[in-house]
């Protein structure tokens, strides 16, 4: 039996011009069978086929008699709103967005979007989500951030849907209505036709979102709306409880959060891993590093596979960031034997007890967290987040979160937040970050923003680091990363970036990963000092840390060159400079191996040193790399394609690497084979270690820059 629609027809003092031509297309619809419900204040209409009814009523009606009057007088199957300046687009659109509302066994839908401005149309697609559904999770974002969920007119729905609505709400405007219909309906689908052609004017624009005070992202609130009233008490274990979401990847980035936790610490912590799969290597690194800590205990706990399902179907395109951020989301369910845990990321560096963090009564939240530095961001420049609104002043960052598992547990947050972040995933920036935002959003507990200090925070504010509980390291710049490739890095966050590194670098000597100390003498002589910082970045970087160093300078350094190294001494205490020449600094060095480098170079990559030594450790006295040339004069950089390999050169192609230049640049010696040729005068050294090594190695990888023709001055060639 063939459905019949209902649309009702908003005249807000139209001319009666466009409200002839309005409903001169709703006379072409075919194929379905329609009733014309037009609310007008004129009381003289020309007859059309079709119009079952015309109500008269000001210009100025509220909305709320508008949706009253269509559910008293509609009988139509289904309904649909259209104001009297829009018009139906295609002949056919009622009957096909009928047929899909059928097809999908919906009672409502919403089609594509398209306006008519200064005579151009512009079409614009609805969200394109797992499923093709609109529900209670993703309405209230897509109303935010797509302008055809801001009003009523691409709706269709059935009448029954409406009676529901009106009887339960009231309702004020378009956005509630949509709001409501969606809330109360039993299935909403994105309708993949258009309906309608909205064409904006200054009385009937395109509506701007407006939050009203009963709306909600999710159910949590109510949740501890009613834990509040209740006599719920907390239970808190002596023993401090975090946990952590790790891959293989994050292995290696994980010991300096654990030295600074260990360090810290005046109470026994316990870490709990939480992993999808681990490498037996990983484990057993793992192992090893807990060998090594003194009070924080480590245990692993894998998520079960129907666990990993909930997350695993998540898409990730629009996040760019892997699925185990969403570990977040299974935390309670993984963690089942405990009633409360502290969730940390790993890019974090932890500076004093956690006790006080631990013991923070969360007041019948679930969760106690620290705003986003994006927070502080909107204040300064009066915006909003595209997500939340104004609401995103209570934005906060999901990398520590005091959790309550024993709620969460009892209210099934694990279910509801992975549904609402498959629901949501097409509109995510920050993946499970907007998830926890929006699924937690009034059922959170803000906490003093110290417990997870970001580092735009370092850039914003004065607050010492040492006053800082927890540093978090996110946003692209890690402190791990070659900073010597990257772009500019604000000062003020090199303080804290060199501190993950004391930590990383701390913990390395406790594990004793480099047994072999690498004295870097760095000659200051003939540089102009053009980029300083970038040279000792690149050290500071590596993956292979028992360094020392050794700045080599023939009188008083440049102020600022003296201040930089003054500061680094604080993370660096192997960090010295000699007032002589290069052999000053070769009799002062304590270091297996020698490596040279001048001031303005560069190291490229962060796995150099480590491949240099991997290369001396085979037993070459002498090993030298490939590296690429910038000239800043010509603002060019040359290098040659490498193999990667590394290969011990033949007596015949070692000359011309003995002979190139006076220059140690680039070259790691064992100290034993620099002794082996003084007295040497300097301009002999480089031939002379050629003559005298019994085996040279050749890494044949770009590993660092040489710079030519800095502004100030040229290096030494």
């Not at 055809?148 to 691409?154: A, C, D, S």
């Not at 004020?172 to 209505?177: D, G, H, K, W, Y």
Request: aromatic fraction near 10%; charge should be negative; hydrophobic fraction near 40%.
């Amino acid at each position: 039996m063939e459905k019949k629609v209902t649309i009702v027809v908003i005249d807000r003092g139209e001319p009666q011009a466009t409200l002839t031509k309005c409903l001169a297309y709703i006379q072409k619809q075919t194929q379905v069978e329609k009733e014309v419900v037009l609310i007008t204040p004129k009381s003289a209409m020309h007859h059309f086929e079709g119009i079952a009814l015309c109500l008269n009523q000001p210009a100025t009606v509220p909305f709320e008699t508008v949706v009253k009057l269509a559910n008293r007088w509609a009988t139509g199957d289904y309904i649909t709103f259209l104001s009297a300046a829009d018009f139906y687009l295609k002949e056919k659109a009622l009957a096909t967005c009928l047929t899909e509302l059928a097809a999908k066994q919906a009672d409502m839908g919403v089609a594509n979007l398209v306006t008519l401005v200064d005579g151009t149309f512009h079409f614009k697609a609805n969200p394109t989500n797992v499923h093709g559904l609109i529900t209670t999770n993703n309405i209230l974002p897509y109303m935010r951030i797509y302008e055809v969920f801001r009003g009523i007119e691409e709706a269709l729905f059935s009448r029954e849907l409406l009676a529901a609505v009106v009887a339960e709400h009231a309702v004020t405007s378009e956005q509630r209505l949509l709001y409501f219909l969606v809330h109360e309906c039993q299935k909403a689908v994105l309708l993949t036709e258009t309906l309608t052609c909205f064409v904006p004017t200054a009385a009937h624009p395109l509506p701007a979102f407006q939050w009203e005070a009963d709306y909600g992202y999710s159910n949590a609130h109510r949740f501890v709306q009613a834990i509040q009233q209740s006599d719920y008490q907390p239970q808190i274990d002596e023993r401090i409880k975090v946990t952590i979401g790790l891959d293989d990847g994050l292995v290696p980035h994980l010991e300096a959060f654990l030295h600074s936790l260990d360090s810290n610490t005046d109470t026994p912590v316990d870490v709990y891993i939480i992993y999808a799969s681990l490498t037996p290597a990983s484990q057993a690194r793992l192992k090893y590093i807990a060998s090594k800590l003194e009070a924080v205990k480590l245990i692993l706990r894998p998520a079960a596979k129907a666990l990993r399902q909930f997350i695993e179907n998540i898409p990730m395109d629009k996040a760019r960031l892997p699925i185990g951020t969403y570990f977040r989301i299974i935390v309670p369910e993984v963690l089942r034997d405990l009633p409360r845990v502290i969730y940390l990321d790993v890019d974090m560096i932890v500076q004093t007890s956690l006790k006080d963090l631990w013991q923070t009564p969360l007041e019948g939240n679930f969760i106690g967290v620290c705003e986003d530095s994006l927070v502080p961001y909107y204040r300064r420049t009066k915006t909003a987040h595209q997500l939340f609104g104004q609401q995103g002043t209570r934005y906060f960052n999901a990398g520590m979160m005091v959790m309550d598992l024993t709620l969460m547990r009892r209210y099934n947050t694990t279910f509801y937040s992975a549904q609402l972040a498959l629901d949501t995933a097409d509109v995510l920036k920050y993946a499970d970050q907007d998830v926890q935002n929006l699924y937690f959003y009034g059922a959170n507990k803000q906490l003093e923003v110290g417990y997870n200090y970001g580092l735009e925070y370092v850039q914003i504010s004065d607050r010492p680091l040492s006053d800082v509980a927890i540093i978090h390291y996110y946003g692209w710049k890690k402190p791990w990363m070659n900073m010597v490739t990257e772009t500019y890095m604000h000062p003020s966050r090199r303080p804290a970036m060199h501190l993950y590194r004391k930590y990383h670098n701390e913990m390395k000597a406790i594990l004793n990963d480099d047994p072999q100390m690498i004295s870097v003498i760095i000659d200051t002589t003939t540089a102009t000092g053009f980029n300083f910082e970038r040279c000792f970045e690149g050290f500071f970087t590596q993956t292979y840390t028992n360094l020392e160093f050794l700045v080599v300078t023939a009188g008083e350094l440049a102020p600022a060159l003296q201040q930089y190294l003054t500061a680094m001494q604080a993370y660096y205490p192997n960090l010295k400079v000699v007032v002589g020449t290069t052999l000053d600094a070769v009799d002062q060095a304590q270091g297996d191996y020698l490596y040279f480098f001048n001031l303005d170079d560069l190291l490229l990559c962060p796995t150099a040193l480590a491949d240099l030594v991997k290369a001396g450790q085979a037993g070459a006295q002498i090993v030298c790399s490939a590296h690429q040339r910038l000239d800043f004069e010509t603002k060019t950089t040359y290098w040659r394609n490498q193999s990667g390999q590394s290969r011990s050169l033949t007596p015949a192609e070692r000359t011309p690497f003995g002979e190139e230049s006076i220059s140690l640049a680039g070259l790691l010696v064992t100290a034993t084979l620099f002794n082996q040729i003084q007295p040497v005068a300097q301009a002999e050294w480089r031939p002379a270690l050629f003559a005298a090594a019994t085996q040279v190695t050749l890494v044949e990888q770009n590993e660092w820059i040489q710079t030519v023709n800095q502004p100030g001055g040229e290096n030494d060639a």
